[in-house]
């Protein structure tokens, strides 16, 4: 048995922008995407995507090409990316706020045909052609309902081509881009939507940037289940709250930081909580703390834990229904997908022992853009049948009903004293601590010894203590550094390379 969640998966389109076309047939006039301006129905955005696919027809962009894609969360992406895959050509989403000495690595390594998002890291590149959104989207409302320059005679994409590159910046200096074929993409959204079950009564509420798989996979769920999705800017975090009351949101895909924040929130005003049906978690372990705030503050909703990697983009979910059920388990492998947990020289380990989680099946990528040694080290065809296999590079181990724990990645595991150990479990015991919102621990190395970093009001002695009470002594920091507030990444994660500088004399 592989453990994987017992659920059958309906046929479903291999391109992406055929999402979209069984959405329309199937529910037209339903409101498919809004932001703070208003919204489109499905109609509506497939009529978009196909005067955008026309527009870069009309400026020379071919099936191949790449279009980066550098824009908040706007109700426009939504037909930018269908209209991409349309063409033919293939979607590169960057966050905005991405700087200009990264912007030109992706850009040197993408070539990308054209730029949509100006902005002042995009003009110190030097790249040309670049077009704003207000340029060029009254040109595309102007297309609607006129074929595009010989679009007849354009052919339709494979299944095998590929869609999107989705850029991640991992342990290598220079962002990395992560090769998504079309049904790469519709199998994994399509298996991630049969276990969580978006509905058309559904308003899904994203906040995630698109340039983070999590955020763009929102509209492929979304489109699946007919639901309308709300594209989330950056405002202020009070109002938050507010925002996804008044949206009437029932999913709220969130990180822990997030998390966190809607906690506080909710506690500050008792009683203002929405109907939440369900929120979902990834990019890091969600604190126990936080999900039982969560489930304090919003007592409708469902936590739903899951797992997952940018490379197949998900591998593990929490059946919703389960959501109290092994609280430390990150839940069962996708429908299609089987997980496998293998020791050092590479052989399956038994039940219950930790090795390096190896995912395969249908949700397997196709490697890394223009780095076969790369990708040649991440997937790798099994012995025997051939078939690719990603490696993960992250640990955990399954349980005797196929359940996954997540032990740590490779570079939270480390021995110290020697005692083997990971960064997530003593961030998950600080966060045990009342007063601590968010932790974040720095494994020993030259220029310092184990060293955690929380954010909240306690004093560093007073946390230190709190941990020697929760965990081993050799798992017990040496260092402890108090923030009033975390610096995150573009995505809503810890910063770690920022917090060392926390460590430093004198900070």
Known sequence: MDGSISVA?????ALIHHLLDEAVAANPGGISVRDRRGNWDYRQVAALGHAFAAWLAARGVKPGDRVIVRLPNVRE?????????????????????MKAYHLRSVLEDSEPALVIGAGEAIGETGFRPVYGLDELWPEVEALVG???PDESDEPEAAPDDVAILMYTSGSTAAPKAVVCTHAQVT??????????GYRPDDVVFCRSPMSFDYGLYQIF?????????VLAGDGPDPALLRQIQEFGATVVPIVPSLGSMLVTLSRRSPGSAPAVRMF????AALPAATVEGLRECFPSTRVVRMYGVTECKRV???????DRERPDSVGRPLPGTRVLILGDDGSPLPT??????????????????????????????DDATGEVRLHTGDYGLLDEDGYLYFEGRRDDMFKRKGVRMSTVEIETAAMDVPGVRAAAVLPPGERHDLAILVEGELAPHVVLRELARRLEAAKVPAICRVLPVFPLTLNGKNERKELVRFLEPGV
Not at 221 to 229: F, K, Q
Not at 316 to 322: A, C, D, F, L, Q
Not at 359 to 378: C, D, F, I, S
């Open 146 to 148: 006129r074929p595009g």
């Open 316 to 322: 593990t979910i929490m059946e919703p229904e389960r």
């Open 280 to 283: 979902t978690s990834t990019g």
């Open 187 to 196: 199998f994994a959204a399509s298996a991630i939507n049969a276990v969580l």
């Open 352 to 381: 219950g022992e930790v090795g390096e989680i190896v995912v395969a099946g249908p949700n397997v990528m196709a490697g890394y853009w223009r780095a076969p040694e790369l990708t040649a080290r991440a997937y790798r065809p």
């Open 77 to 97: 992406v939504v037909p930018i990316l269908y209209g991409t895959a349309r063409r033919g050509a293939v979607f590169v989403p960057l966050n905005p706020g």
């Open 9 to 13: 998966l309906s046929p479903r389109p």
């Open 221 to 229: 769920l979304s489109t699946l289940g007919r639901s309308g999705l």
